[in-house]
């Protein structure tokens, strides 16, 4: 005889299978410790551009990389905004290649490049290039250093994971700080992130930005952003992350892939919008169209509180920065993997 | 309640559910797995809600019911469980009948499962089954009714209730 408690039994079997959660739980605690490392100088605008993932963007780049550099197809670079690295590291523990590159904007300057590497998936390193006053400086136990007679701080950090972050300004140079993040012990980090500091130099090479916002809503408009370069597979990458009023989060992921992983359709809306076929999801506020040129866009924005929304349509903000928007060339992937 | 927190006491659980849900412990957990790394930047607008559980929990149900899982689990039952054959059914019914039941269950589509999941499992009425899977009731008692139409035809089980 079936019935109801015949049916539950068995879901409580299947039920009884579960995995233990440790796995989990390990895997978020070291996610969270590499994001709040990472947070520490790479929050933009008071809200923290890395931690806001109603920014499914933000997992995405943030999330564990894969092991290995592939081939990226990007594309010829270029754009609106020429950027100058200025500077590079001449020398880098074995193993490690470029996987990132942000650039803070604000306005019609770019204040702020940071160079990420990594080996693995639990080491990065990082180069800050610049700064502006949105970020936030890191803090621990701290230490003068001599990094080619110019008195520079190395921080240490531990509440958070191992990481060593040595801060410098170069004689007529923007501020520079190298970070590094791994699962050494805090002394060899130390003398890592002082040798990687201790080898930077100048660099002539640039990089650019492509996509421009040509509207935001007022709360947006004028506020530092970043954009991110990186990949997924063997395709490029870019996102755009701003902070606006009650800290609301713009994220714009721009890529060829970039609605993979990320679309569900089961509470969308079919969108036509500006020639482009796309959907909307109204739980998650996420727009994603995808352009002539085959790029996948995903907007996500997050709702002004109280803000009244007519159903069963795209919100007009969201409408009009898309129809504003730039998205630019596609970029220059040649970077990734190296040194 | 922090992030920590919540994982703290309320994982166990979030899995056993999944798992009831999924019909499979390893697509389970990496399913709670992705929603807790996408909910734990957005924990602070979450937990304004009244029950940050039920709105885990519905992108629990999401995650489940998304394209890319559904090609992922059905690529795996395929692997670890081929799907239940006219000339298999004879050992099915040697086995114990919660053993085929279990079977069956697994076997079923993603969204009758979570219906059934939900109605059976979890004790839920089809309003707030609707309300979880953003659909209407019509759509959950149709679920639910192919649900047990293949598990009363395949396995030759008694009618269950379905009033609810």
């Known amino acids: 005889m079936i019935d109801s408690e015949a049916i539950r039994a068995a879901f409580g079997a299947i039920a009884d299978e579960a995995q233990s959660p440790e796995r989990i739980r390990a895997g978020l605690a070291t996610r969270a410790r590499h994001h709040r490392q990472r947070r520490l100088v790479l929050r933009v605008a008071g809200a923290g551009v890395a931690v806001g993932a109603a920014g499914v963007g933000v997992w995405r780049l943030t999330r564990e990389p894969e092991t290995g550099f592939p081939e990226v197809a990007g594309g010829p670079g270029g754009g609106w905004l020429k950027v100058p690295l200025r500077y590079r590291p001449a020398w880098l523990p074995g193993g490690y290649g470029q996987y990132q590159r942000s650039i803070v904007v604000v306005g019609d300057r770019a204040p702020v490049v940071s160079l990420d590497w990594r080996r693995g998936t639990d080491a990065s390193i990082s180069l800050m290039i610049g700064w502006h006053d949105s970020l936030v400086r890191p803090e621990g136990r701290t230490e003068t250093v001599d990094v080619h007679g110019v008195a520079g701080r190395l921080v240490q950090t531990e509440s958070s994971g191992n990481a060593a972050y040595v801060t410098w300004q170069p004689p007529g140079g923007p501020q520079l700080i190298v970070a590094v993040l791994d699962e050494d012990a805090p002394g060899e980090q130390r003398a890592t992130a002082l040798r990687v500091a201790r080898s930077v130099r100048p660099d002539q090479r640039e990089t650019y930005v492509g996509p421009r916002l040509g509207w935001l809503p007022d709360d947006l408009a004028g506020r530092p952003w970043r954009l991110s370069q990186g990949y997924q597979g063997q395709q490029w990458i870019q996102e755009i992350s701003a902070t606006g009023a009650g800290e609301r989060q713009l994220h714009l992921l721009m890529g060829p892939d970039a609605h993979k992983d990320l679309a569900d359709h089961t509470t969308v809306l079919p969108v036509q919008l500006d020639g482009l076929a796309g959907w909307y999801a109204p739980d998650s506020r996420h727009l994603f169209l995808t352009l002539d040129d085959g790029v996948q866009v995903l907007l996500g924005l997050d709702a002004v509180d109280g803000q009244t929304e007519e159903p069963g349509q795209v919100p007009p903000e969201l409408t009009r920065i898309i129809e504003a928007l730039d998205h630019g060339p596609w970029p220059d992937m040649t970077w990734v993997g190296s040194r | ?164």
């Open chain 2, 1 to 164: 309640m922090t992030f920590e927190e919540f994982v703290a006491v309320r994982l166990p659980a979030l899995l056993r559910q999944a798992t009831a849900l999924a019909g499979d412990p390893h697509l389970a957990e990496d399913v709670v797995q992705d929603v807790l790394i996408k909910a734990q930047p957005r924990w602070a607008r979450i937990c304004e809600l009244d029950v940050p559980e039920r709105y885990v929990r519905k992108m629990i149900v999401n995650e489940l019911l998304s394209a890319r899982r559904r090609v992922a689990a059905a690529i795996r039952r395929e692997r670890a469980q081929p799907p239940v054959r006219e000339q298999e059914q004879d050992r099915a019914e040697q086995v114990t009948q919660r053993d085929a039941l279990v079977r069956l269950i697994r076997a079923l589509p993603p969204r009758q499962r979570i219906v059934i999941a939900l109605r059976y499992y979890e004790d839920m009425a089809d309003g707030d089954i609707a309300a979880l899977m953003g659909c209407s009731l019509a759509t959950v008692r149709s679920q639910a009714s192919r649900a047990l139409a293949k598990l009363r035809s395949v396995a030759e089980l008694q009618p269950v209730q379905e009033e609810r």
